[in-house]
């Protein structure tokens, strides 16, 4: 096909329509190439009824046009393959010209949005993506050809090795395609040396939305070490996503503790059989491990710290830990406080009890460094809480004890004894704490990597991460989104990643999403949470997000270091003992049946929290 004139390129291909002169163009161009293609058939050719192409094949084009090296094609390689030439090219796009008649039922002979094109060099072939398609005139004639429009972002090269039957794709474009190159739809091959390597420590999570026939696989070292994103609205498949990709992760490094921090009580019905699952009732977090200001968002319930009555607990929390080990009640406070080297923030053991006896001394006294009003204050929000019995799991034991070995062993897996993953029930945990909560355990995660010298290898799951995290500076709690930026800024260093998953990327700290180098982005219909993706995937596959609102369940765009090249897949069917779902849900193929609910256990719940 002739190259287009040089007045129809525009300067930004997705933003402007097609102009009345292009269209001119382009159907004069059409026009005589089908006059010429008639004129060149031989005289002695075969008379009898032809196959009406879905788009104008290889076949069709004049013999002197297409030279052997440009077809490239396997001797049961289909006829039909989607044939164009470059018209326009600006660096990062490409716009090619091509021609089509009547649509046929095979898919796969026809140009699509979202598809990866191949334009053909000799022994390069440059990848594209189509993200734009339009008809020279904006219309369609069912009785002839019909001139198209095909607008593609440059993704990479695909380059012939020793093996022809094995090309390398690489990122970068050595030689840029030329006006005229001859583009048609990728060889299955050269799809294959994108998203298919023989890494061992690569996981297959599901097919090309392109080819089914071409799987999808990800690099786990590269995907956890450099931490990861699933976002999805509600509905899109997030949670099986989740699933499969943890189930890899499991499969492919099978000496990595992951700790999931499950909001909805979900994940343990997905591994049953590689999980501990610690919920309310057996969930031990003491006291003694919160720091300061950790200590202080529990005991405000959330709401603001008066800063007389944290000031106040700078002091006094040393005084009880003082006191718990020099175990001599006797001693006077400040005599304690000289000889104890420990701060507010240390973590080690005190008792309530000695925490409540420093205030009650500090109240005796006629000449208190602390306002009294303040010490009453805080001993009266000290009571409340350690009597709550939502709150068991930080005031749980009547004798206090150094017991850190056997609850960090089990919430980290230390030994994991056939169970590298524990789940965190957090559904009944007060929703006020949980931000302190989730402080705490990144905090402590972070600090047992680092003193492991790399033993140690965590993942830590932060599902519903927009509650922990917010975007807006002003909510949520500092402490919390400094232990999660510190992870995702240093924690690589020291084996400990992070994996976020929310329905809402818009509400996320933008700082601590950018330290996820690969996003599985599934269906967002909202425009905030696509700016998001549109921000963060780098400008040759920009596009892929003009139709992330659209694309089915299951399916999703995937970028990043995890991935060769941006692509968009299908995720596998789960098995169905990796679904998730609440433990006492029944599966799909059974039931439980109808009992009649009784209002007084519910009540009783309720009420004893």
Known sequence: MAARAAGVMHTDPRARPVNQA????????????????????????????????????????????????????????NRNRAMGHVVSCNGSRVVIQAVADHVTEDENTQWAIGRLI????GKSRIVGLIYQLDTANESWSDDGENSIVVRAELQGEVVDGDDPENPIFRRGIANYPHVGAISHRIRVNDLRSIYQSKNRKNAIIGTLSQDSSVLATISV????????????????????????????????????????????????????????TIDIDSFELPHWLFQLEEFCEVLF??????????????????AAKALYTNKKDHLSIRKNVHMSNVTADSPVPYRISDLLAVIDEHIGQLESPINRSVLKSLKGRIDSLSNDPRFRFMFSQLMVTDNAIEILGRIFRIPSEGRPVSVLHMAEIPSE??????????????????????????????????????????????????????????????GIYLCIISQRPGELDPTILSQCSTVFALRLSNEADQDIIRGAISSSSASTVSFLSSIGNREAIAFGEGISTPMRLRFSELPQEWVLGHIDEPDEAGSHENHDLEMIAVLHKWRSG
């Open 22 to 77: 292009a269209d001119a163009r382009l159907a004069e161009i059409a026009a005589r190439q089908q006059a010429d293609a008639l004129r060149s058939e031989a005289p002695d050719a075969q008379p009898g009824p032809q196959p009406a192409p879905a788009l104008r094949s290889e076949s069709q084009e004049a013999a002197p046009v297409i030279s052997p090296e440009d077809d490239r094609r396997d001797p049961d390689q």
């Open 301 to 318: 319930r959330g709401g603001p710290v008066l800063a007389e009555e944290r000031d106040a607990l700078r002091d006094l929390i040393p």
């Open 221 to 276: 070292q590269e995907l956890i070490s450099k931490h990861f994103a699933i976002l999805g609205s509600t509905g899109s498949g997030k949670s099986s996503a989740t699933s499969l990709v943890l189930h890899k992760i499991q499969e492919t490094m099978p000496e990595l503790r992951i700790l999931i921090l499950d909001p909805h009580n979900e994940y343990s019905r997905g591994f049953r059989d590689s999980a501990e």
């Open 118 to 121: 191949s334009i053909n060099l």
């Open 433 to 494: 704490v949980v931000s302190s909560l989730v402080s705490v355990l990144c905090r402590l995660a972070f600090d047992l990597t680092l003193s492991s010298n790399g033993g140690l290898k965590v993942l830590v799951v932060c599902e519903e991460a927009h509650r922990y995290i917010p975007e807006d500076k002003s909510l949520g709690f500092a402490p919390t989104r400094q232990s999660i930026a510190r992870i995702a800024k240093e924690g690589r260093k020291y």
